[in-house]
């Protein structure tokens, strides 16, 4: 199409670590919307240094916000899916500004790549964040989009988890357990949540 080219472009700057300045490029399409900057900063003060050494996954990554940051600030590697071909491009571009070594991209419908990625951070032996941050409208589509995340959650192991975290509309009831994770923490902003989940304390 010929308005692709006309795409606005905004920006937002990796906020801590290695990269911290570093600017990512986030194109102004409804399927993809950067996490505010002050979720993620609140997200990363709940990890802090915990991310370390650890796998990152961003489901629905859009130009790769979150999980750069988690790069810069330290994380073994980054696995990044994204289905929508301007924001792709983005995510690669960004990616090349900060350390192309630890970060691994997925083009196609998340839903359908989640498997593949879960096998791959499982077979590192390395424990793994996962962030979701589903695109969604407020009339049709929401439930369906939210039900598969969960389902999909539902299928991660506490041996492999070190935390899930789901960015969503705050009118939203996520439910207080999910597969072999429970609800930790759950932060409001405005019309955005984040809920937090771990693998079930015995």
Known sequence: MKHKDKIK??????????????????????????????????FFNTIQ????????????????????EAVSRGAAGSYFMEYNKTAFRCLESNIK??????????????FENFDNVYEIVKKT?????????????????????????????ENIKPEICEMVTVEHMTNLDMPKNIGELELVKRKKFGRSTMSYYTPVSN
């Open 97 to 110: 500004n900060t350390d192309p070594s630890r970060c691994t991209t997925f083009y196609g419908d998340s």
């Open 125 to 153: 032996g390395i424990k793994t964040y996962f962030y979701f941050d589903p695109p969604f409208s407020t009339r049709d589509g929401m439930d369906d989009v939210y039900d598969k995340t969960i389902s999909l959650i």
């Open 49 to 68: 240094f915990e991310i370390i050494d650890k796998n990152f996954v961003e489901v629905f990554a859009g130009s790769g916000s979150v999980g750069l």
């Open 9 to 42: 472009i905004f920006t937002t700057s990796i906020i801590g670590g290695d990269f911290k300045g570093k600017k990512i490029e986030i194109p102004d399409i409804s399927t993809t919307r950067s996490s505010k900057g002050i979720l993620k900063e609140s």
